[in-house]
């Protein structure tokens, strides 16, 4: 964890440390939040009507 | 189009004179929020002098949501949206008249307020010429986009809560607009009021075409 | 609605994967972690801090792009309304949806680094700066346009109200980009969240590979969240036909053909 404690050592760190972290939170929890959308649709279309593999 | 126009706008006026909606509710809710801007402000120390513009297109605003609301309701009643479409009436038409039926109780209103907020909040009125091109530039500007959103938002059970929530945004820069230009009226420097007021006829015409040209999806749709 | 997955299941809870993932979105995908990962050392280690602002100018490194990627979020919305409302094509609509949401979430992400970047830089996490307020005003305009979407009953009238906010996205944009711009301008000199123009090094890379992951991200959600909203097309078209069917079948008439343009039936 060196790297994020010299995160945390630069000056404003925490600062830093919550936009970029803000920003794997957003991001990543909506992916995951569309994926398991995709998911759960998917299961209702018949396997023929989808258009990609 | 023009006669569609003015058969549209004579219809949704005699409405609102048998109904007397903007008389009743709307003219008494704007005075209304004029009173409750002075408690909220602390009317002794000339704040409210000194953010009269700013206030009273606020008041304006809140009171045009009211007006296109009601504009928007005379044609959901049922059948009514397809009895314009089977008329044979050009949409444009019936947009343009529309928006000019809103406009003329929005600036009946606005004339009205004007009085008010003079009375109320003392400020330094002047500078009319700006004034009154604003007056008309902005009202233009309300009007068109607020029957154009207000069709968007036609027949859907939350009418009332979406409409502002589309209408407001997009109406801000109207809102900066008329409040520099009437700054600048009433003797503030370096505003660039005539600037201001061309921006809001800008907006204006953009949305009276955009409207035009959208409203026929609109009603099809 | 209740989760019709276990009693409409046409493959008996075979192994087949039900998924919006392919091969394109698995290059995209490894693609954007490489990427992101080359981003976060760039932009965390390898860079040096600004010469004014110190290492804060990190947070512009997500900043910048994502702010960028929102704008291309509200521009897909409207060029695809546009090209919807043209041809009527469904897959313009999926897209018009698609970007939208994208443009909300990059918007507020936009928002969120911008104020944690004015905390320290002007003492607060709000300032009328305008570019951060033209870019709240234009993420309510988006959250707006998916209020419509959710709300509207009929799908085909939907997708008309849909298209036409998603065109009037375009002159809103603008006028609310340039009035903000002038109305800021009469207190305060050109907005500071400009990064400086003469930025080079190692600094220019890490924006530059910043804008790359980015971008393969934002193409990789993209593709995704197209395809859910292209097989939430496709569900409604099959309760639309199994609706369609079972009036057929209340007033005795044979399942006719169904309304959709698919050619695989449910077996």
Redesign the interface.
């Known amino acids: 964890m060196s790297?994020a404690t010299?995160?945390l050592a630069?000056?404003?760190?925490g600062?830093?440390a919550?936009?970029?972290l803000?920003?794997i939170v957003?991001?990543g929890g909506?992916?995951l939040m569309?994926?398991r959308?995709?998911?759960?649709?998917?299961?209702?279309?018949?396997?023929?009507?989808?258009?990609?593999? | 189009m023009w006669r569609d126009a003015a058969l549209v706008a004579e219809r949704d006026l005699r409405v609102e004179l048998r109904s007397r909606v903007a008389i009743n509710q709307v003219a008494p809710f704007a005075l209304l929020v004029l009173v409750l801007f002075a408690f909220a402000l602390d009317p002794d120390t000339g704040v409210l002098a000194s953010a009269t513009a700013g206030l009273y297109w606020l008041v304006v605003l809140f009171s045009a949501l009211l007006a296109v609301s009601r504009s928007t309701s005379i044609d959901e009643v049922d059948g009514i949206r397809d009895a314009l479409r089977l008329s044979g009436l050009a949409p444009a038409g019936v947009f343009l008249g529309k928006v000019a039926a809103v406009a003329a109780q929005l600036l009946l209103l606005e004339v009205v307020l004007v009085v008010a907020v003079a009375v109320l909040y003392d400020p330094e009125l002047g500078g009319f010429p700006l004034m009154i091109a604003t007056m008309l530039a902005a009202t233009v500007a309300v009007a068109s986009t607020g029957v154009l959103y207000g069709a968007v938002v036609s027949g859907v059970r939350v009418r009332d809560t979406l409409l502002p929530v589309l209408l407001l945004p997009v109406l801000a820069p109207v809102l900066i607009g008329a409040t520099k230009a009437f700054e600048t009226a009433f003797g503030a420097e370096g505003l660039h009021g005539w600037g201001w007021c061309g921006l809001v006829s800008f907006f204006a015409v953009v949305y009276l075409v955009a409207g035009s040209l959208a409203y026929g999806a609109l009603l099809e749709g | 609605m209740s989760?019709?997955?276990d009693s409409?299941?046409?493959?008996d809870g075979a192994s087949?994967p039900?998924?919006?993932?392919?091969?394109?979105t698995r290059v995209l995908g490894l693609s954007a972690l490489a990427a992101l990962v080359v981003w976060?050392l760039y932009?965390?280690?390898w860079s040096p801090?600004d010469r004014e602002m110190?290492?804060?100018v990190?947070?512009l490194y997500?900043?910048v792009p994502?702010a960028i990627l929102f704008y291309a979020g509200a521009g897909i919305t409207t060029a695809a309304s546009l090209l919807w409302l043209r041809g009527r094509t469904p897959g313009w609509d999926a897209l018009a949806v698609a970007g939208a949401e994208l443009g909300v979430?990059f918007g507020?992400?936009t928002l969120?680094?911008g104020s944690?970047?004015g905390?320290?830089t002007w003492n607060t996490f709000w300032t009328w700066d305008a570019r951060l307020t033209s870019t709240a005003l234009l993420e309510v305009l988006l959250i707006g346009y998916l209020a419509v979407r959710r709300v509207d009953p009929s799908p085909a009238g939907g997708s008309v109200r849909a298209s036409i906010l998603g065109l009037l996205l375009f002159p809103n944009v603008i006028i609310v980009h340039f009035s903000v711009d002038w109305w800021r301008s009469l207190h305060q000199p050109a907005t500071v969240t400009r990064l400086d123009p003469t930025i080079e090094g190692d600094m220019l890379v890490a924006l530059m590979v910043g804008m790359l992951a980015g971008a393969l991200?934002f193409a990789?959600?993209l593709v995704?969240?197209f395809?859910?909203a292209?097989?939430?097309q496709?569900?409604e078209r099959?309760d639309l036909d199994a609706a369609v069917a079972a009036r057929r079948a209340e007033g005795g008439l044979s399942p006719s053909t169904s309304t959709s343009t698919?050619?695989?039936?449910?077996?």
């Open positions: 790297t010299t995160i630069m000056s404003d760190g600062y830093l919550a936009g970029w803000g920003a957003l991001v909506y992916a569309t994926l959308r995709g998911r759960k649709l998917s299961r209702r279309v018949p396997e023929g009507e989808r258009r990609w593999s | 989760d019709p997955t409409i299941d046409p493959f087949v039900a998924h919006t993932g392919s091969a394109l976060a932009g965390l280690v801090p110190g290492d804060l990190r947070l997500v900043h994502v979430v507020a992400l969120l680094t944690i970047w905390k320290p991200v990789w959600l995704h969240r395809r859910v292209w097989l939430e496709q569900v099959h698919s050619e695989a039936q449910p077996a």
